[in-house]
Each structure stands twice: as C-alpha cells, then as structure tokens.
C-alpha cells in the first residue's frame, strides 16, 4: 500500500493493501498551477498489471480507484504512456500507444485505442472507450 509522512515523520495517510502483487511503485505527477500532485503506483508481478492512483492536495491524500490498463507491450508499462490533463475540475487520463490491454493479468482484453481515457470527475475514476 501507499505510506505517507509529514515533515516530522507523523503517519498523514495509510492505503489498504491492494492485494500480493511483487511491486506497487509510486511515480508523482505535479501540477504546478494546482498545486496538485497526482500519484500513480505502477502494480506488477513479473509483468505490469494498472495502477491505483493517489491525489495529494492541500496536505491530504484520497485513494481514486485503480487504471486497469497496460499497454500491449512488454517492453512498456502504464506509467511508460500516461497523459495527464486537467481541465477545470476533471483529470483525463489517456494513453500514448496504438492498442491497450484492459483488466491486465486477468482477462488481457486487446482493444485499439481510439481515444480511450479514464476520467475523473465528481469523485469517481471511469473508463471511457
């Protein structure tokens, strides 16, 4: 899960574990003029399978839900193709590759990516394909 600390080391936030997967790496994304920070933590075995995705705001963390997306290569993972846009109060999240893996390392759904994004908006995280 995801651990965050204060300047003194204080626990400020406490994730649930998300199952046994081998990796669960942070990677930030920070808008400068939001002042928002976007945390995605790649999950993996010895292949990527999405991310849960974190937003640090004004000292305080929240959980989004989870991208379950990878693109089809085994060369790249999730976080080697995200975009992130923020428009008002929406995060669009796409991906910069020809075709994607939906529910990776379970179902391995192949679809071409004709625009396909997750967007979050009024507190939810969802796929539009």
Do not use: R
């Amino acid at each position: 899960g995801l651990l965050a600390l204060d300047i003194q080391n204080k626990v400020i936030y406490e994730s649930q574990g998300f199952g046994d997967s081998w990796s669960f790496e942070p990677h930030y994304y920070i808008n400068n003029s939001s002042g928002k920070i976007i945390i995605i933590c790649q999950m993996g075995f010895e292949y990527c399978f999405g991310g849960e995705v974190f937003i640090l705001e004004d000292g305080k963390i929240w959980h989004v839900g989870m991208i379950d997306i990878e693109p089809d290569s085994e060369e790249k993972c999730l976080i080697d193709i995200i975009q992130i846009k923020e428009i008002g109060d929406k995060i669009i999240f796409s991906f910069n590759s020809d075709s994607l893996l939906l529910e990776p390392g379970s179902e391995d759904i192949l679809i071409k990516n004709n625009g396909v994004t997750y967007n979050y908006v009024d507190g939810e995280l969802i796929l539009k394909k």
